[in-house]
């Protein structure tokens, strides 16, 4: 199920957490690392397959699942 255009849920992927379209990347591992104070820059290195609207994605949905 996709979440928006960047996000999907798949339960035969991740268990079924929510991860970016197309990767395997976990939403809530890119929320971890910038609440741990990393940047998006060092995660656009971590995460080459990522562009920068993953992690305004990332960002909104974790703003859209807090409230």
Same mark, same amino acid.
């Given at each position: 199920?996709?979440?928006?255009?960047?996000?999907?849920?798949?339960?035969? #992927?991740?268990? +079924?957490?929510? #991860?970016?379209?197309?990767? @395997?990347?976990?939403?809530?591992?890119?929320?971890?690392?910038? *609440?741990?104070?990393? +940047?998006?820059?060092?995660?656009? @290195?971590?995460?080459?397959?990522?562009?920068?609207?993953?992690?305004?994605? *990332?960002?909104?949905? +974790? @703003? @859209?699942?807090?409230?």
């Amino acid at each position: 199920m996709h979440l928006n255009y960047y996000i999907m849920t798949d339960p035969k #992927v991740c268990q +079924g957490k929510p #991860v970016f379209t197309g990767t @395997r990347v976990m939403v809530g591992q890119v929320l971890d690392m910038l *609440a741990s104070g990393e +940047g998006v820059s060092g995660i656009l @290195r971590v995460f080459p397959m990522l562009k920068l609207e993953h992690i305004s994605s *990332a960002l909104k949905y +974790g @703003r @859209r699942i807090k409230a």
